[in-house]
C-alpha cells in the first residue's frame, strides 16, 4: 500500500539455475539468489527493506500490508 491507500501488487522472481549431482542422471535446479522484482505491468521496482518496495517510473513507495 502506498501512503495514499492505494494497492500495488510487487511480484518477486528468483533466479534459478539447473545442474546435475555428480553421479547422479537427474537434473536439480537451485535459487541462485539473484532476485528482482517488477509490477504486474512490467515497471521495475527495488527493494527498499523487508517492507517496503519503490516503483521506479512511479517514484512511488509501497509497504507490505501485513494484513
Do not use: W
Not at 510487487?10 to 539473484?34: H, N, Q, R, V
Not at 532476485?35 to 509497504?63: H, M, S, W
Amino acid at each position: 500500500m502506498s501512503d495514499d491507500g492505494s494497492e500495488h501488487r510487487i511480484l518477486e522472481y528468483t533466479g534459478m539455475t539447473g545442474f546435475t549431482p555428480l553421479g547422479s542422471d537427474s537434473m536439480k535446479s537451485m535459487a541462485t539468489g539473484m532476485k528482482r522484482y517488477c509490477t504486474p505491468d512490467g515497471r521495475a521496482c527495488n527493494r527498499v527493506d523487508d517492507q517496503t518496495f519503490e516503483i521506479v517510473a512511479l517514484g512511488l513507495r509501497v509497504k507490505r500490508d501485513n494484513a
